[in-house]
């Protein structure tokens, strides 16, 4: 996979100032499947602050991989502000890591309803010991340009988070 200049200056962005921090980050992806993680990595270097992704695309492996409640994916949908808080979360427990963000949407070109149209993406991102964020987006474009905006925006998420206090 090739990533943009844009993409590997805003990933060696998060790598440095995690260094800075002496952080390490875990990502939890589904619709991305593993590209955010794969976009960090492509940094030389990222190793001093990379610990794990975890690819958990069915529910069940969010369940299984993440903790992600069951109830929780019932009750709101796999793509929700909920299940991506949840992930966010299982990324950091069951990481050793400091910095975590996380991805559920639907990047198409089918699995859309009327109101989780394709494009739909939810993206949490949390740190160890105090803050948290969460985005909801609809990116437009085909399935790749919605991967890659997704990757785009949680990149952009961990930068703000680990220069938030």
């Not at 019932?74 to 990324?91: D, F, I, L, N, T």
């Amino acid at each position: 996979m090739t990533f943009t200049e844009k993409l590997l200056r805003l990933a060696e962005d998060v790598i440095s100032s995690s260094r800075e921090h002496d952080w390490r980050i875990a990502t939890a992806e589904s619709c991305t499947g593993g590209l955010i993680m794969g976009c960090l990595t492509a940094v030389p270097g990222s190793s001093e602050v990379m610990d794990r992704g975890f690819v958990p695309y069915a529910n069940q492996a969010k369940i299984k991989m993440l903790g992600v409640d069951a109830g929780l994916i019932a009750a709101h949908g796999a793509v929700s502000e909920q299940v991506a808080v949840a992930m966010a979360e299982g990324a950091l427990r069951n990481a050793a890591a400091d910095l975590s963000v996380a991805v559920t949407g639907i990047a198409g070109p089918g699995g859309g309803t009327p109101g989780k149209p394709v494009g739909m993406v939810h993206i949490a991102a949390e740190r160890k010991g105090g803050g948290f964020t969460h985005e909801r987006h609809h990116f437009i474009g085909d399935r790749h340009e919605v991967r890659m905006q997704t990757v785009e925006a949680a990149l952009e998420m961990l930068k703000k988070l680990i220069r938030q206090p």
